[in-house]
C-alpha cells in the first residue's frame, strides 16, 4: 500500500513563506496525480493545489493562485508546496493525497477530495498576524 507523509509545517508569521513536503512509499510514486487540502478546526477539507502524475499539469484554488506553488520529484518520491505571502486565514492543517486509480474524469476533478484515495496524516500550518 501506499503511505503519505507530510512535513514542512510550523509557526510563521503572516508574509512569510513555507515549503512543505510529502514523502510517499510502498508504491511507484511518479505514476499518481497528487493533490494539497487544507483543513481549519471546524471547517470542510479545502482544495489548495494538484498537480498531475507526469507533472505537466498543475491546478490551483482561487485563492492561492499566484502565491503557492506545487511541484513534484518523482526521483524523491515526494512533492511539494510553496507557499508564499501566507496570512492567517491559511492556518489549518495540510494534508496531502495520492490518485492511485488514475481515472480521468475531467480537469476539475482533481480539486475534488473524492478523487484522491490515500491520504497523509497532516502537518500543522500556524500563520501569525
Known amino acids: 500500500q501506499v503511505q503519505l507523509v507530510e512535513s514542512g509545517g510550523g509557526l510563521v508569521q503572516a508574509g512569510d513563506s513555507l515549503r512543505l513536503s510529502c514523502a510517499a512509499s510502498?508504491?511507484?510514486?511518479?505514476?499518481?496525480?497528487m493533490g494539497w487540502f487544507r483543513q481549519a478546526p471546524g471547517k470542510e477539507r479545502e482544495f489548495k493545489a494538484a498537480?498531475?502524475?507526469?507533472?505537466?499539469?498543475?491546478y490551483y484554488a482561487d485563492s492561492v493562485k499566484g502565491r503557492f506553488t506545487i511541484s513534484r520529484d518523482n526521483a524523491k518520491n515526494t512533492v511539494y508546496l510553496q507557499m508564499n505571502s501566507l496570512t492567517p486565514e491559511e492556518t489549518a492543517v495540510y494534508y496531502c493525497?495520492?490518485?492511485?486509480?488514475?481515472?480521468?474524469?475531467?480537469?476539475?476533478?482533481?480539486?475534488?477530495?473524492?478523487?484522491?484515495?490515500?491520504w497523509g496524516q497532516g502537518t500543522q500550518v500556524t500563520v501569525s498576524s
Open positions: 493525497a495520492a490518485d492511485l486509480k488514475g481515472i480521468y474524469r475531467g480537469s476539475y476533478w482533481y480539486t475534488s477530495p473524492r478523487k484522491y484515495d490515500t
Open positions: 510502498g508504491r511507484t510514486f511518479s505514476t499518481y496525480a
Open positions: 498537480i498531475s502524475w507526469s507533472g505537466g499539469s498543475t
